[in-house]
């Protein structure tokens, strides 16, 4: 199985890439081992992924995504919105626990 991701970085910078295994590959970008995403500081999340059963699939995804157009557009406005959405449904949350002692 392969993956294509996004991750976030706390700074705000994104990044879009393909692996088999997500867990080691989320672990190499915040240890520094990679060069294209190395940061002094902060640490990358991910915020997305599909997953692919041909490597073929998840290249073709990620070339279309990595070029500057509107299916990288529409993707990143989507993962937006959904953070929006989470970030206020937990906010929501918050308010709900402090009012109601949970």
Not at 48 to 73: F, H, N, P, Q
């Amino acid at each position: 199985m392969y993956y294509l991701y996004v991750l976030k970085h706390t700074n705000g910078d994104t990044y879009v890439g393909y692996t088999s295994s997500l867990s080691r590959r989320l672990q190499q970008h915040n240890s520094g081992l990679n060069t294209s995403t190395i940061r002094g500081y902060g640490r990358w999340n991910l915020v997305y992924y599909e997953a692919y059963r041909s490597k073929i699939d998840v290249l073709l995804r990620e070339k279309r995504l990595k070029m500057r157009g509107a299916t990288k557009y529409n993707l990143f406005k989507r993962i937006d919105n959904s953070m929006f959405m989470l970030e206020s449904y937990s906010e929501d949350m918050d308010r709900r626990s402090i009012r109601f002692g949970f």
